[in-house]
C-alpha cells in the first residue's frame, strides 16, 4: 500500500475556515479519498491524499468556504518534478560518473608484490614493455601473455600473477631459488682459528685435529688439517670440515662528541601542487627544492577510492619548516647507553649466529668526546676455512 502510494504521489494539506468539516464532507461526495485527518483546532485540520486529486480538492475548499494549503508533497511526481529543476545537476552527476566509469578503464596504479632481488623498477621497465605502464587500457591486457613474457624478460623469476581491481592493477611475482651449490672436495685446505678463545666442544667431519677442547688457541692458528698421511701409500689431501666451538673475549669501543649544533623550529610555511598524469603543476611561485636550513613533510591526498577507482589526480601538501641551530650539551647516560646498543649491536653482527655470554661498558670523556668501550665474554663458532697453499 504505501508503494503504491509513493508510486501515485501524495500530499500533507491544511484546511482552514469556520467550518472545515464540511470541506470532509463535500470531498466524500465528490469521491476524493484521503486519510490522516486530524484536528488542530476548530478551525484548522490537517488530511493526506493523492497528488493527482490536490487541485480538485482546492477548489471543493474554496466552495465551501474553506482555504487549501499545501504543506508538502511526496512520493514519484514530487521527486520528478525537483529533479528537472536539477538538470544541470543531474547532467554534470552524470558527466562526473561517465568520467569515473571511462577512467576505471585505465590502470592508473601498478603495484609489484613479491620481489626481493630483482628490483621493482626492472620488473616495471618489462612490464612496459609488455603494455602494462600507468594510464594503459587494461581491458585490452592478455594477463597470460603479459605474464609469459614477463617471465622471458626477466629469467630470474619462476613466477608472475597479474589481477585488476578497479583502476589499480597488482603484480605479484615469485623469484627463482637458485640449487645450493655443492662443496666440492676440492681443493683440499685446513680450518684455522678467527679469534682467540677457549675451544668448548669440537666435531671433526673431515680431516685431522691439531688441537682438542679445552686448549687455548690464538687467532690464525690451525685447528683441523686437511693433510692425512698414510703409513701404508701416499698422503692424501682432504677439504676440512669441522664444527670448532669455543668461548672467546671481544673489545669494542666507540665515541661521539659532549657538544652538538641542536635545531629548534622557527617557523612554518604550507606549499601545494597537484599532479596530473605523473605531471606536477605547482599553486606557488620559485623552485620546489627545500630553502636551506629547513626540512620539508610532504603528504599525498590521491583521488582515488580503494578497490573502486583510481584517477591520475594527486594534492600534494608540503610543510617546510624553517630551523635555527643553537649549540647543545648531549645527555652522558643516554649518549652512553645509545653508544653501548650500538656496539652490542655491532658485536653481535660479528658473532654470526653465535652468543653473548656477558659484558661490561665502561664510558670516559676526552678532549670534547665520549668514549665507550664494550667488554665481552662470547661463544662462537671459529673454524674458518683456508685452502692449502699451492692448490
Not at 676440492?186 to 679469534?195: K, M
Not at 670534547?368 to 697453499?389: H, M, N
Amino acid at each position: 500500500m504505501r508503494a503504491a502510494e509513493f508510486m501515485r504521489g501524495s500530499v500533507r494539506a491544511e484546511i482552514s475556515g469556520v467550518e472545515p468539516e464540511r470541506c470532509l464532507n463535500a470531498l466524500t461526495l465528490s469521491g476524493i479519498a484521503f486519510r490522516e485527518a486530524v484536528s488542530e483546532d476548530a478551525f484548522t485540520l490537517r488530511l493526506s491524499l493523492d497528488a493527482r486529486d490536490a487541485a480538485e480538492a482546492a477548489r471543493i475548499a474554496e466552495r465551501s468556504q474553506c482555504a487549501l494549503r499545501l504543506l508538502r508533497e511526496s512520493g514519484v511526481p514530487a521527486v520528478r518534478r525537483r529533479l528537472r529543476r536539477r538538470a544541470a545537476l543531474l547532467a554534470a552527476a552524470g558527466l562526473c560518473f561517465a568520467l569515473l566509469a571511462a577512467g576505471s578503464l585505465f590502470a592508473w596504479e601498478i603495484d609489484v608484490v613479491g620481489e626481493e632481488s630483482v628490483t621493482e623498477g626492472e620488473i616495471r621497465r618489462a612490464l612496459a614493455a609488455c603494455g602494462v605502464y600507468p594510464g594503459s587500457f587494461w581491458p585490452g591486457w592478455d594477463a597470460d601473455a603479459v605474464c609469459n613474457r614477463l617471465l622471458l624478460e626477466l629469467p630470474e623469476l619462476s613466477w608472475a600473477g597479474l589481477s585488476v581491481s578497479g583502476s589499480r592493477a597488482e603484480v605479484r611475482v615469485r623469484e627463482r631459488i637458485e640449487k645450493p651449490p655443492i662443496v666440492s672436495e676440492e681443493p683440499p685446505g685446513g680450518l684455522f682459528a678467527r679469534s682467540t678463545g677457549i675451544i668448548e666442544r669440537m666435531e671433526v667431519l673431515a680431516g685431522a685435529p691439531l688441537v682438542s677442547e679445552g686448549e687455548a688457541v690464538v687467532e690464525g692458528e690451525a685447528l683441523v688439517t686437511g693433510e692425512l698421511p698414510s703409513p701404508v701409500g701416499e698422503t692424501r689431501y682432504v677439504r676440512a670440515q669441522a664444527k670448532v666451538t669455543a668461548r672467546t673475549w671481544h673489545e669494542l669501543s666507540a665515541c661521539a662528541p659532549l657538544e652538538y649544533s641542536a635545531l629548534s623550529e622557527a617557523g612554518t610555511s604550507m606549499r601545494w601542487a597537484l599532479e596530473i598524469c605523473g605531471r606536477r603543476v605547482n599553486f606557488f611561485f620559485g623552485s620546489s627544492q627545500t630553502p636551506p636550513g629547513c626540512g620539508k613533510i610532504i603528504t599525498e591526498y590521491p583521488l582515488r577510492l580503494e578497490g573502486v577507482f583510481t584517477l591520475p589526480l594527486t594534492l600534494i601538501r608540503e610543510r617546510v619548516l624553517r630551523y635555527d641551530a643553537a649549540p647543545a650539551a648531549a645527555d652522558t647516560e643516554a649518549l652512553t647507553a645509545e653508544l653501548s646498543e650500538q656496539l652490542l649491536t655491532e658485536l653481535r653482527r660479528r658473532l654470526d649466529g653465535g652468543e653473548v655470554l656477558n659484558y661490561s661498558v665502561s664510558a670516559a670523556e676526552s678532549g670534547g668526546a665520549l668514549y665507550v668501550t664494550l667488554r665481552a665474554e662470547c661463544r662462537e663458532e671459529i673454524a674458518v676455512y683456508r685452502p692449502a697453499t699451492g692448490s
